[in-house]
Nanobody, 122 residues
Framework: QVQLVESGGGSVLPGGSLNLSCEAT????????MGWYRQVPGLRRELVAA???????HYADSAKGRFTISRDNAKNTFYLLMNNLEPEDTAVYFC????????????????WGQGTQVIVSS
């Protein structure tokens, strides 16, 4: 079983940055593919970025050029650095661990963090 805890959300002005973190329990973290999702009330949860166990990165079109996903296996933690944030990025962000990665398609596992709120507003 994997437990995930997100942190790093908050409120920022348009153009600002946030760095989300997701810490995982368990000794097998380095073997897991991981993904960041976001959800706006009333809409489906959507994949923002994914990173494979060997650090191959995949991004949604909305995230390309602005967001960077990374991982630190020594800390059992992975990150989502978000730059040049836009009001459309406002959402609850969730991390997911241990999903399946087929090419650039990430399929989530049942293991989710509790979510962290990101608000981008002037």
């Amino acid at each position: 079983q994997v437990q995930l805890v997100e942190s790093g959300g908050g409120s920022v002005l348009p153009g600002g940055s946030l760095n989300l973190s997701c810490e995982a329990t368990g000794s097998l973290f380095s073997y897991y593919h991981m993904g960041w999702y976001r959800q706006v009330p009333g809409l489906r949860r959507e994949l923002v970025a994914a990173i494979s166990s060997d650090s191959r990165r995949h991004y949604a079109d909305s995230a390309k050029g602005r967001f960077t996903i990374s991982r630190d296996n020594a800390k059992n933690t992975f990150y989502l650095l978000m730059n040049n944030l836009e009001p459309e990025d406002t959402a609850v962000y969730f991390c997911n661990g241990g999903g399946f990665l087929n090419g650039d398609k990430y399929a989530p596992s049942v293991y989710w963090g509790q979510g962290t709120q990101v608000i981008v507003s002037s």
